[in-house]
């Protein structure tokens, strides 16, 4: 069975940083790209990164662009989120997928492969 599996989420103090990983089982990691997207209470899930399969472009949604950083390591079947300078507006819960979509100010970019995996999310509270 197909299963990605999220951690690293906490509670951290506004101007600190996390780093969020999403670990793949069931299926060939490196045969898809990888999406985060985050959810808001009350709100549709917003993607914010995206990485291709084989880690060569990554593209992120303007409001975590030179924050946030996604990486892969296919070998180990794992994907990274690293988050820098969190403020009390990225309180979110966090999600990974297969599927990447991402509006930016360069336009609108998604991935929707034939198999969509999510995993069950992590919760990320910044708060002093």
């Known amino acids: 069975q197909e299963r990605l599996v999220e951690s690293g989420g906490g509670l951290v103090q506004p101007g600190g940083s996390l780093r969020l990983s999403c670990v793949a089982s069931g299926f060939n990691l490196e045969e898809f790209a990888v999406g985060w997207f985050r959810q808001f209470p009350g709100r549709q899930r917003e993607g914010i990164a995206c990485?291709?399969?084989?880690?060569?472009?990554?593209t992120y949604a303007d409001s975590v662009k030179y924050r946030f950083t996604i990486s892969r390591d296919n070998v180990h079947k794992i994907v990274h989120l690293q988050m820098t300078s969190l403020e009390p507006e990225d309180t979110a819960v966090y999600f990974c997928?297969?599927?990447?979509?991402?509006?930016?100010?360069?336009?609108?970019?998604?991935?929707?492969?034939?198999?969509?995996?999510w995993g069950q999310g992590t919760q990320v509270t910044a708060s002093s």
């Open positions: 997928s297969t599927k990447c979509k991402i509006r930016n100010s360069l336009g609108s970019y998604e991935i929707t492969p034939h198999t969509i995996v």
């Open positions: 990485i291709t399969d084989d880690g060569e472009v990554k």
